[in-house]
């Protein structure tokens, strides 16, 4: 069964473990959110009917049972709980794709009198927080500041209501609520006090409450831009924490983005990275977690120079794009345009995206990938942060050690999106599949979809990668590679395109890890930041997207 969202690289889950098994044909679910607002087959205003144990939302209501002692019931099909429910939700039986709006969107009522202007501009709010350290001078601040200044002029011409702040930062913070008036600037002891810039930052906000958007404002954002000067060390981590928590301060409550740009390793006042410090990883972590309550992607730019090997802190920092949704960057200020014109045109399709697929007690999650860029996860529910539509994820199942367990002629699995869309309407995709068992090994193989299973390599590499263990990265691609060639030969050329195309996924990313090292080696780039600016592409690498990838190749080579 092939979903608008939901795949698999099996037909049928065999009734046996197989001597590759792991390697060449695990059970795989790929979750690609490219038609995650198409339209279903049913969308419905009500809430759904769950399993009060699991989670796993009914769908055939043949199911419910009415017992004159207890009510109107089900037995869940995936954890087996017995609820009870209220006759009077049930509905028509439900499709294999159905919509749920679980939170539709509050018509605001007319203004009072004591509304401000922050509470009644409509639109997201962008802040850009931006290093002017010394280390900034010359092209490094100039590309920067070229940049955001084309930001501001495509924010006025294409998106007039979004409404923006500009932090700057070097041994102290600089605060631009407004182009007009000055920035309020922290500096000395208060920048290791989250407590101190909080108490600071929501009494500022109290007292100036006008916020207009960059369609009035644009010119002035650009004069203020254009004067920005380069100055002392990286107070990156406090700068931060002001831009996160204006998210959380302001009354509108505005969802919106954020983007870091630094060309050095914080090292002034809280976060500080230029050691190993447990509790700097603790502050990012957390600040992630701020920003993902508040609905707000996090884009990191570290901007580099040949030769500079300035470390960053991307493996932490990376963190923040992680979480929320966003991307990491290292770049040179040349790509430096090239890199806000990405950002700028990059449209999510939801935010707040939360995952979950949900197996019956006999099938574990074995593994996840292309969710997080430093890390391999087993945990059914996911929060993603926003999504675009070229994200892809994977996920690997344990089929059950013993079949006889499982009573239903078909195993099901459910997969739940929960999402916030454009409107601000929060959204629950449910899907549903059903698998049937098999003996046959030969028919198990030959139509067991290889791509899926390069893909999942790919970004289990990219993770590795990212954690700057390219060695490991490489041999994990390459073993998978000779494995898949000698079982491609044992097959007799059944099921040549899947693996022949896999093959050719797995060739190009190992030639990729190869050109850049060399890069690295020549440049003499952070190695660790450029890795995980790397790590992170690779990662979350989608199968369209190599696909998309290996055709422009081909086509430069003709050329």
């Known amino acids: 069964m092939i979903l608008q969202i939901l795949n698999r690289s099996f037909k049928n889950f065999l009734n046996k473990r197989l001597d590759k098994q792991e390697e060449l044909y695990p059970y795989i679910y790929s979750i690609y959110f490219k038609n995650l607002t198409t339209k279903t087959k049913k969308r419905i205003t009500t809430e759904p009917i769950k399993c009060s144990q699991c989670g796993a939302v009914l769908v055939d209501f043949k199911e419910i049972i009415n017992d004159p002692n207890i009510g109107a019931s089900f037995k869940c099909k995936f954890c087996g709980t017995l609820n009870a429910i209220s006759q009077e939700h049930t509905i028509e039986n439900l499709p294999d794709d159905i919509d749920f709006i679980i939170e539709d969107v509050v018509e605001k009522s007319g203004q009072t009198q004591n509304t401000t202007k922050i509470k009644a501009t409509e639109g997201e ?33 294409n998106s007039q209501t979004t409404k923006f702040i500009l932090i700057a930062f070097e041994s102290s913070v600089y605060y631009y609520l407004r182009y007009e008036d000055s920035p309020l600037s922290f500096d000395g002891d ?74 050095g390793l914080a090292n002034r006042g809280i976060g500080n990275l230029s050691g190993p410090n447990v509790s700097a990883e603790k502050f990012y972590e957390q600040m992630a977690d701020l920003c993902n309550a508040n609905n707000v992607v996090v884009d990191v730019v570290g901007v580099s120079s040949p030769g500079d090997n300035n470390e960053m802190g991307l493996q932490t920092l990376g963190k923040l794009t992680d979480n929320t949704g966003g991307n990491l960057y290292l770049i040179s200020s040349q790509e430096m345009e090239a890199a806000f014109s990405e950002l700028r045109q990059r449209k999510y399709l939801g935010k707040d995206v939360k995952v979950r697929l949900i ?34 994820i994977y996920i690997e199942l344990n089929p059950p050690k013993n079949f006889k367990s499982i009573k239903e002629e078909e195993i099901p699995i459910q997969l739940q999106v929960e999402y916030k869309d454009a409107d601000g309407r929060k959204r629950l995709r449910v899907m549903n599949d059903r698998i049937s068992v098999t003996d046959d090994e030969k028919t198990f193989k030959t139509s067991y979809n290889q791509e899926l299973n390069a893909m999942m390599n790919i970004q289990a590499a990219g993770s590795e990668y990212y954690s700057g263990k390219a060695t490991k990265s490489k041999k994990r691609l390459k073993t998978y590679k000779k494995n898949l060639m000698n079982e491609m030969a044992s097959l007799g050329g059944v099921s040549q395109n899947s693996f022949s195309k896999s093959i050719d996924f797995i060739d190009d990313e190992i030639n990729e890890i190869e050109e850049e090292q060399d890069t690295m080696q020549a440049q003499a780039a952070p190695k660790a930041s450029y890795m995980a600016s790397k790590g992170q592409m690779r990662s979350r690498m989608s199968r369209e997207l190599k696909e998309l990838k290996i055709k422009k190749k081909h086509e430069d080579e003709t050329e």
């Open 190 to 263: 208060i920048l290791f006090s989250t407590d101190g810039m909080k108490a600071e930052l929501r009494k500022y906000l109290k007292e100036n409450t006008f916020l207009g958007s960059i369609g009035e404002f644009a010119d002035g954002w650009i004069d203020i831009v254009k004067n920005l000067r380069s100055m002392d060390m990286t107070a990156l981590g406090p700068a931060l924490f002001m831009a996160a928590a204006t998210f959380e301060l302001l009354e509108s409550k505005s969802s919106g983005r954020l983007t870091l740009l630094t060309d």
């Open 125 to 157: 709010l962008y802040i850009a927080v931006i290093d002017i350290s010394g280390s900034m001078n010359g092209a490094k601040i100039e590309a920067v500041k070229q940049s955001l200044v084309q930001t501001i002029r495509d924010f006025k011409v």
């Open 359 to 392: 197996t019956p007690k006999d099938i574990e999650i074995k593994n996840i990938t292309g969710a997080y860029s430093s890390k391999h996860v087993k945990d059914p529910e996911l929060n993603l942060g926003a999504v675009t539509e070229d994200r892809e």
